[in-house]
């Protein structure tokens, strides 16, 4: 029913695991470029290997990050605290080597899978469901990290060819392509969407039990929320899209699209937003 417990660690850590990984591409992509600097240097292969190396860094801890916040809502709505201490405890440990989908997924179910009362077609259904969710997820995120990366690369080096740049230069424009910052924006980003994903795929256990699953928007309620999310606090997901509708802020119609295709959070980059859930009784529906 409540945001995935240490949700804020589990952003540092795999915004920490992502700059590991840019600091490695940003010196091979520094050593491809040579010096002087030129982008023609680095092939299509050199980037299509980073976007590997990324979307494997993302899939094994967005897939957790999904499982986690299914758990939690099973154990908060029907009772199923087995799995999800397992996995808190798994994932709370530091310096833990990145893990691939596959292995998170065994380690799941030698955990117990989604727990006491869930049926082994159940939970076999959620790790496929989170598994294919979440790779799609990391392969996208990574696609758009590199392809901005390259984009910012090539613009750079138009310059470079007709002014030689500094070392200073050369650098900055680096971090901006693989850096720091985009790192904590995907963690921030991505941490929000998997466990919305993750709410989300509850929904057949908690039909088949007779009741229909009732989420509702959640902000954090700080100066930091934003004009878009501000008035869907609280609200069900029929009500998403008239509120943005109506909404003075900026981007508020286009977030539309984003919200509908997540089912929820985030409704742009750096979103904090969550879902709680409740269980209805099936006859009953929830539009306020």
């Known amino acids: ?6 949700r804020m660690a589990i952003e540092a850590d795999f915004a920490k695991r992502l700059s590991r990984l840019s600091s490695k591409q940003r010196a091979e992509l520094r050593d491809k470029l040579g010096d002087p600097p030129d982008p023609s240097r680095v092939t299509a292969n050199d980037w299509a290997r980073w976007e590997q190396e990324r979307r494997q860094e993302m899939a094994g801890m967005l897939l957790a990050i999904w499982m986690l916040a299914a758990n939690q809502h099973l154990e908060e709505l029907l009772g199923n605290s087995r799995a999800v201490g397992a996995q808190r405890s798994a994932m709370a440990k530091k310096g833990a080597a990145p893990k691939s989908a596959g292995d998170v997924s065994g380690d799941i179910i030698a955990a117990g899978g989604t727990g006491a009362g869930i049926s082994d077609v159940q939970q076999s259904a959620m790790v496929r469901q989170g598994m294919a969710s979440t790779a799609k997820q990391a392969a996208e995120v990574a696609r758009a990290n590199i392809e901005a ?20 230069n050369v650098e900055e424009v680096l971090t901006q392509a693989i850096g720091p910052a985009r790192d904590a924006t995907t ?3 991505e941490v929000t969407k998997a466990a919305v994903g993750g709410t989300n795929g509850v929904k057949p256990v908690v039909e088949d039990r007779g009741y229909n699953l009732i989420t509702r928007w959640r902000t954090e309620k700080d100066d930091r929320v934003c004009p878009v999310c501000r008035p869907l606090d609280g609200k069900v997901p029929d009500l998403w899209e008239p509120v943005l509708r109506t909404l003075v802020a900026p981007g508020g119609t286009r977030a539309i699209s984003q919200i509908v295709a997540n089912g929820g959070p985030p409704a ?8 709680t859930t409740q269980a209805e009784p099936a006859a ?3 539009r306020r």
């Open 1 to 6: 029913m409540s945001e995935i417990v240490g």
């Open 149 to 168: 990366a390259k984009e910012i690369v090539d613009a750079a080096g138009k310059g470079w060819a007709t002014t030689p740049p500094s070392k200073a």
């Open 187 to 189: 963690a921030a980003t």
């Open 268 to 275: 742009h980059p750096n979103c904090r937003c969550y879902l």
């Open 284 to 286: 009953k529906r929830v």
